[in-house]
């Protein structure tokens, strides 16, 4: 099975300030990587799809790079609603499975 | 408007069942695939089955092979999720979502509200 692990588990910066998230996998899942914001209580919500495609209506400073079994998430500017928690997902072709990061949570300072 | 709406949620004392609906609109709910996802009180979110469009394909995580059935019913639009022999780690929000499956692809690009599944005596 692959696993997903995430860095940092949470961190606090400052309104503007770059953010970045990363994720790792056990082995080599290509480009096979989601990532999600979860605000308390609600649902996640699909950022970036395919490791580094924004999700349509996704405000353009979320981005994503990487390939392989190393990925980066990044918030360009730290905005006050981009107060979440952010998963990673990986997902398999055969067989269909999927597995989620551990998540970061992402505060204000 | 793409919805999803979870419902069957409840209190159930371990070894018990229970069945998990999710009524979808605003697509045409045959054309994708579909899973479930639960999140634990306080924890992170954990994938746990998904289903083909037609139902021929179904994966489960480990945890929950031999007691959980994802089933769908494309005349009505809706998902399911059949929980047997429930054990308390199995206390969750579920959450069903839209599936982008394809050749080399997936993401879930539509949740639900989620229902609270309990399981104690």
């Known amino acids: 099975d692959i696993q997903m692990t995430q860095s940092p588990s949470s961190l606090s910066a400052s309104v503007g300030d770059r953010v970045t998230i990363t994720c790792q996998a056990s082995?080599?899942?290509?480009?096979?990587l989601n990532w999600y914001q979860q605000k308390p209580g609600k649902a996640p919500k699909l950022l970036i799809y395919?490791?580094?495609n924004l999700e349509t209506g996704v405000p353009s400073r979320f981005s994503g790079s990487g390939s392989g079994t190393d990925f980066t998430f990044t918030i360009s500017s730290l905005q006050p609603e981009d107060i979440a928690t952010y998963y990673c997902?990986?997902?398999?072709?055969?067989?269909?499975?999927?597995?989620f990061g551990p998540g970061t949570k992402v505060d204000i300072k | 408007e793409v919805q999803l709406v979870e419902s069957g949620g409840g209190l159930v004392q371990p070894g018990g069942s229970l069945r998990l609906s999710c009524a979808a609109s605003g697509f045409t709910f045959s054309s994708y695939w579909m899973s479930w996802v639960r999140q634990a009180p306080g924890k992170g979110l954990e994938w746990v089955a998904n289903?083909?469009?037609?139902?021929?394909?179904?994966y489960y995580v480990d945890s929950v092979k031999g007691r959980f059935t994802i089933s769908r019913d494309n005349a009505k639009n809706s998902l399911y999720l059949q929980m047997n022999s429930l054990r308390a780690e199995d206390t969750a929000v579920y959450y069903c979502?839209?599936?982008?499956?394809?050749?080399?692809?997936?993401?879930?690009?539509?949740w639900g509200q989620g229902t609270l599944v309990t399981v104690s005596s």
């Open positions: 289903i083909k469009q037609d139902g021929s394909e179904k």
């Open positions: 979502a839209r599936d982008q499956r394809g050749f080399r692809e997936s993401r879930l690009d539509y």
């Open positions: 395919d490791a580094s």
């Open positions: 082995q080599d899942i290509s480009n096979y």
């Open positions: 997902q990986q997902y398999d072709n055969l067989p269909r499975y999927s597995t």
